[in-house]
C-alpha cells in the first residue's frame, strides 16, 4: 500500500480514536443505565457500544458535518431496542430500580434526562409522538420516585 493510501487512513484512524477517548466514558455510561447492569460488571453495555462505535468508524468518512457523537448514540440507540426485544425472552429481573421500567421507559429516561436530547430529537429517535415521549417520561420518571421512596421507607423500617 502507498504512502498515499495509508496517510489518510492513519489520519482517520487518530480522528476516531481521539473521539472514542473523548465520548467512550460517557456512552458507556448511557449504555450501562440501558442495559441496567451495575457499573463495574456490564458486559452487554460494552457490546452494545463496541458495536455502535464501530457502525460509527465504518461511517466515518461519511459523517461530514454531523455530529459522531450524536451518529453513534442514534446507533446505540437503535442497537439497544434491538437488544431489548430479543432479551425480553431471556429477562432475568436483578432487582435494580431502572429494571423497574420498560426498555421503552428506559431508552426514553436515559435519552432526554441523562444525555439531554431534546424531546423533538428522542421521539425522532423511537419513532414516538413527542407528546407520548413526554408522558413516557413523566411516568417512568414516577415510577423510579414511587420506587425509591418505597426502597427508602423499607431501608428505615428495617433499621427501626
Given at each position: 500500500?502507498?504512502?498515499?493510501?495509508?496517510?489518510?487512513?492513519?489520519?482517520?484512524?487518530?480522528?476516531?480514536?481521539?473521539?472514542?477517548?473523548?465520548?467512550?466514558?460517557?456512552?458507556?455510561?448511557?449504555?450501562?443505565?440501558?442495559?441496567?447492569?451495575?457499573p463495574t460488571a456490564n458486559?452487554?453495555?460494552?457490546?452494545?457500544?463496541?458495536?455502535?462505535?464501530?457502525?460509527?468508524?465504518?461511517?466515518?468518512?461519511?459523517?461530514?458535518?454531523?455530529?459522531?457523537?450524536?451518529?453513534?448514540?442514534?446507533?446505540?440507540?437503535?442497537?439497544?431496542?434491538?437488544?431489548?426485544?430479543?432479551?425480553?425472552?431471556?429477562?432475568?429481573?436483578?432487582?435494580?430500580?431502572?429494571?423497574?421500567?420498560?426498555?421503552?421507559?428506559?431508552?426514553?429516561?436515559?435519552?432526554?434526562?441523562?444525555?439531554?436530547?431534546?424531546?423533538?430529537?428522542?421521539?425522532?429517535?423511537?419513532?414516538?409522538?413527542?407528546?407520548?415521549?413526554?408522558?413516557?417520561?413523566?411516568?417512568?420518571?414516577?415510577?423510579?420516585?414511587?420506587?425509591?421512596?418505597?426502597?427508602?421507607?423499607?431501608?428505615?423500617?428495617?433499621?427501626?
Open positions: 500500500m502507498s504512502d498515499r493510501q495509508t496517510a489518510p487512513r492513519r489520519r482517520r484512524a487518530r480522528e476516531f480514536e481521539a473521539f472514542v477517548a473523548g465520548a467512550a466514558p460517557r456512552l458507556l455510561h448511557a449504555a450501562t443505565l440501558l442495559t441496567a447492569e451495575p458486559p452487554h453495555a460494552q457490546r452494545l457500544l463496541t458495536a455502535a462505535l464501530a457502525r460509527t468508524y465504518a461511517e466515518w468518512d461519511r459523517l461530514r458535518g454531523e455530529d459522531p457523537y450524536d451518529r453513534t448514540r442514534q446507533e446505540l440507540a437503535a442497537r439497544f431496542t434491538r437488544f431489548a426485544r430479543a432479551a425480553r425472552r431471556h429477562a432475568r429481573p436483578r432487582g435494580g430500580l431502572l429494571d423497574r421500567l420498560t426498555p421503552q421507559e428506559r431508552l426514553i429516561l436515559v435519552l432526554r434526562l441523562c444525555e439531554g436530547v431534546a424531546e423533538e430529537q428522542t421521539a425522532a429517535l423511537v419513532g414516538l409522538p413527542e407528546d407520548r415521549v413526554r408522558a413516557i417520561c413523566a411516568r417512568a420518571v414516577a415510577a423510579l420516585r414511587d420506587a425509591a421512596g418505597a426502597a427508602h421507607a423499607c431501608g428505615a423500617r428495617a433499621v427501626s
